[in-house]
């Protein structure tokens, strides 16, 4: 299982960044819901590292991707909740069609017949 | 962007913390909805979670710039290494902060005196004029009114020309206060305009203004606050010079400080000028300022201002009029004869600042030996060479920032002492420090850390570095080529100190050539003091005399005095006036022959017996010959000597025309009665030719000096009482003793000469302690070899003769290189020498054996140390 996580290190390092982007396009989210949403909606594929989960966060926010304030979790903690910024959807934009371009080049070398997803 | 993270990075991660907090919670919130026990519930979010510490740490590193948290690894790692070694340390920083000091400081005073602009309009395009006399050397001869008259009214290329004379006064209270006698100058009307210089207070002078007879007068600052209290209504109010009421027209603004601070008053140039003087070709004592039109070279200005100059002397062939003018910008005039030692000691002090860089690195270079291993081992793990050397580098930047800081700190004092004891430093500019001055000393600081630092940095991160993993053992040849680096440091320092001793030492001889200098007279144990008759009080000759007399024979008639006499000019005090003479008996000098010209001076009849001038043939004056009856001269050897070869002077006649009798302008015959020794005018100089005539004539102006028995400064207050019984309201000036007037006049070489000594003996102390230190790093280098060397027979002293020549090598070549460098620097500064050549044997002596015996010093202890060591312990060392 860990072993497993390692070699998807290497994929999600450019990929966690734009994940992120996505999923606060649902709702301002914390850290956690963040990291939950992503393992979800990958049908627990994708394990999200804790440890580049929150600088990721912190360099988003550094280029005012995202925007955050404190709020009060589910469970009425305090937690420091993530907002996609003009600039952040914008980013999105871009990078995911890049995503879907590199994608799809890769699965029509692969021998795909859908390529693009 | 990433310096608000670098600078937030502390706030980011306590918010870190909390969401990693909000996260576990959440968690283990969700694990218990799962089913889970509270406990396990806790585990499972913490395994989930993985390292709160690793997430932490790497969003502080991606908070912080790798490169500065290098840069601060490597000040952390210096500082900790030179605080291992306190010792090292602080000599090191003292040393560089005494050679930054020194360079700052005069740094300092070259840019406020020769760099930095005057306060004055537009002041690139002010000049001095002067007129020149051809054939002789360049020389700045003062200007005389009706020249500049000329000059001002015929030449076009400056918009405006002004002249001004140094004149004083004795200025005298309304109310009773004390009289003073004031240095003032008296300029012309347009000269605060052309400089564009606005009064404080009060009004400019006025063409109107500017006429003889005119009774107005402009204050300057100091004298404004000193003696009027800053009273504003003294604007527009009345104040007494010599007895005669001023209007004062209006106050200078405080910086205004030209031609120097002394100057208390100004008055018109013409207000007390007689017509005929401001018509004398051969008046000169004016100094004159132009400002250049800004379409015009200066070139071309100043020849049309020649061409005019050598009509007049075409006009004039008998009077001693220049054929030609000179001119030089304002502000070198005021820098003049300081220009020249302030470069000299700024070298100086620059050399002392690059034996320092040296020094340290010499110093560096050791350590740098000692730590061979740890930066081999570093260097093998995958260390970059320039990781290496900036750590290295990292210590000599801390060496030189701490020094540089004292550097800066000790600059200031230095820079305040050197503006109040150096006397001929111009003031029209302030001197202090400022951003301007303090920018370029961290930059010097800095590159002298690079100087100090990449020397030790470049040898000890070379190629050859892993080679100390190999030599573990016992040959050490990586250290050859470190030890050749440190030799030729070392001769470098040697070669610049002696250079530094040698120009030390010629000042130094200088200045005791200087001091030992004969005036001619008695110097030790006088005192003189000046005072000035008024002319509206003493109006006749008669009256001048009455009191000159009573004086003498009030004075001497005082117990412990030896003599009294009184003169215009005593020696030692300065060239004051000359006058052209023709011998009456001699032919007359063909058209255009310059006039023979001689020093002014009146005498009383007692004045050569009281100061111990020698007359040599004739006698000196009667004290009947006075007034009418003063036709009688006498002369100084000298004079004799240049015009009188092969005869006998007395009863000969000279003729001058600028001293005709009294109410008879025709006469201007003197007899000569008398020859007396030479005496000195200044320090320094040749005696000149000199001219006595009786003061009995009836001169207003004195000055009287006692020779006492005693010390003559206990006198000063009973000689003042004496004056003020005769007159109550008659100011007494310059109290000096003779000696004082004549250290004064050394200050200034006294100054260079103990400066530059001062930086050569620490250069020299650098020097040895760096010897030192070279000799004694090879002797724990060569410990093994020594060892082998006593196994196999070498005697001890062998041995010490070994280890005394090695170190004595680069000595001997850097004295060879310093001898040629400073023979060389010495020509440059030969005119600042007095009694001594360049290749003065006496000083090249003393400079070779004080080196040589320093070095042999500094070398002995180690050399010794190697001789005495036990050959069992010495094979056994690594």
Redesign the interface.
Known sequence: MRKNSEQQNEMLKGTLDMMILRTLVGGDAHGHTIAKVIERTSEDVLEVEQGSLYPALHRLEDRKWVSSYWGASENNRKAKFYRLTAEGRKQLLRQSSRWRQMTRAIGLVMGEESGAQ | ?SWM?FLHRKR?DS??Q??????L???T??NEARGMSPDEARRQARL????PQ??RE??WM??TPQRLAGIARDIKYAFRTLSRTPGFSIIAIVVMALCLGAATSLFTVVRSVLLRPLPFRDPARLVTVYEHFRGGELSYHPVAPADFYDWRSKTHGFEDMAVWRYAGYNLTGVRNELPESVPAVAGSSNLFSLLGVQPALGRDFTEADDQRGSAVVMLTWSVFERRFAGNTKIVGGQIHLDGKPYKVAGVLPSWFKYPDDSIQLWVPYKSDASPEMLQHHDWHGSHVVARLRPDVSLASAIAQVGAVQYQNHLQYPHDPVAEDVVSRSLNEDLAGDVKKPLTLMLSAAGCMLLIGCLNVANLLVARGAARQKEVAIRSALGAQRATLMRGQIAESVLICAAGGVGGILLALGATRWLAKTWKDLPTAQSIHMDGSVIAPACALMFAAALIAGLLPALSTTGKSMLKALETSGRTGSSSVARTALRKSLLTAEIGITVVLLLAAGLLLKSFMELRAANMGCVVDNTLTLQYNLPGKKYDTPEKSNAFNEALLARVRAMPGLRGAALGTTVPGTGYWGTDEFTVKEHPPLKAGEHLPDALTRWVDPGYFSALGIPLVSGRFFASDERIERSYKVIVSRRLVQQYFAGEDPIGKHLHVPGRAHDGAPNLMDWEIVGVVGDTLYQVGKEPKATMYFPILEGRGGATLVVHTATDPLQFSVPLQKQIASLDPELPVSDVLTMNQIIGASLVNASLSATLVLAFAILSLILASVGLYGVLSYLTTQRTSELGIRMALGAQRDQLLQLMLLDGLGPALFGLGLGLVGGVAATRIFQSMLFGTKPLDPVVLAGVIGTLLAVAVLACLVPAWRASRLDPMQALRTE
């Not at chain 2, 909390?18 to 996260?23: A, G, K, L, Y």
């Not at chain 2, 989930?48 to 390292?51: A, D, V």
């Open positions: 962007m993270r980011s918010e870190l909390d969401e990693i907090d909000t996260f919670t959440e968690e919130a969700d989930k979670f993985g390292n690793k997430v790497s969003l991606q908070n």
